[in-house]
């Protein structure tokens, strides 16, 4: 772009577009009189007053600086419809990468209760929000923060009232369960000999709709045989599990280079299988992911499904989903691709329970967030005593009507 170019963003979430003066030029002789195209100086004076006009105009306006990962969630977020709820913060924070985690407690869930996720010096830290309303100033304070791990991301599994956090942190081979103020538990699988990886998962289960968590080890014996170990409990249960269901699964040749991914469909720990994991291969960049048909029973060998990426979620219809930095990919559960969701910075966080009102029953949805920041004014900087301008919009789509945020 040439250093004279001008960026005009329309307000009212519609799509960004940048105009040139050669643009604007070729615009505006559409509208000037036969006259004034006639002299080519009175008609450059008129295209340098107007464009002076529009830069006035943009500038009155508020509207976030220009950001990829914004842009791409246009797509997502024209779909989805008016945010269920939205709030506009300020802050000293001005990462990018950050997000609004709304809170999930069993069946209830919470608009505007929640953690504050931002990545800092390769860490996940986590505030807590416990009433979030618009033109509240918020901190870059947090109670919590978990380590990157050989460039992965740690894992958020799921997360309760009163700002507990079930976190996965595969540097230290662990599961946590953090409250503010309060002492930090943590959960260690047993293994059979020495650790390989550790894997990590859940799922809503469709009885109860409460999340099933999963925590797997993946370890070799004395005799050099290795195994996986799958340990599933309830969010919300005593922790750390005291007596969690556990299987063993005979695990694939190829080894993590981290954590892994795991999840079971039905959620229902005395139905067999399926099972999966999914990983990136030790000193490749290749990503694989493997089924089990029958879970427990560690003679059975699994099969490698025809996905490139790494999955990040089992949906309650089955579905594997795989979560890219501006794209969401959607995987019938052999497999197959079914459609990929541009997201950008419209992150999935977890499936909800909402009731269908008079008419009894209820339905899955999944709840989105995205978060869009700004740099405020210097008198903005004075009067909130912040730096940023957040705007945080929530939304919701039934699970089984995802396929209309596909491209």
Known sequence: MSKNAATFRRPCGLRSHIFTPEDARRELTLYLPA???VGRGLSEYILTTLLFGFGLLASSCWHPPFDPAVSASAWAVEKLGNPVAEYTLYGAYGTANGFFWPAKDGTTFYLNTGLWVWEENNRLRIGYLSSLASGMVVGNSFFSELPFYKGERPWLLQYGANGMVYGGDPQNLRIVQAIPNDPCNQYIPSVDGSFISIGFGSLMNSTDNVEQVYIASWWRNTSGNPGIDVYAYKA???????????????????????????????????TAGPVYVSYQVR?????????????????????????????????????????LDTKMFVYSPEGNLKYVIPTGSCRFIHEVWVNDGLGGGGHPEMLFSRLIRWK????????????????????????AELYRLAE
């Not at 005593?238 to 999840?263: A, C, D, I």
């Not at 004075?382 to 789509?397: C, E, F, H, N």
């Open 376 to 399: 405020l004014s210097s008198w903005e900087q004075q009067q909130y005593g912040a730096y940023w301008k957040y705007q945080v919009s929530l939304y919701r789509i039934p699970t």
């Open 283 to 323: 000193g490749t960049g290749t990503f694989v992911t493997y089924k089990w048909n029958d879970s427990g029973n560690s003679s059975e060998d699994p099969y490698k499904l025809p996905i490139p990426n790494r999955i990040t979620r089992i949906l309650s219809t089955g579905d594997l989903v795989a979560e």
């Open 35 to 37: 006259a004034c195209r």
């Open 236 to 270: 919300g249960d005593s922790f750390p599990p005291s007596n969690p269901t556990k299987y063993t699964l005979r695990p694939p040749r190829e080894l993590p280079e981290g954590s892994f991914w795991v999840g079971k469909y039905p959620y229902d720990e005395n």
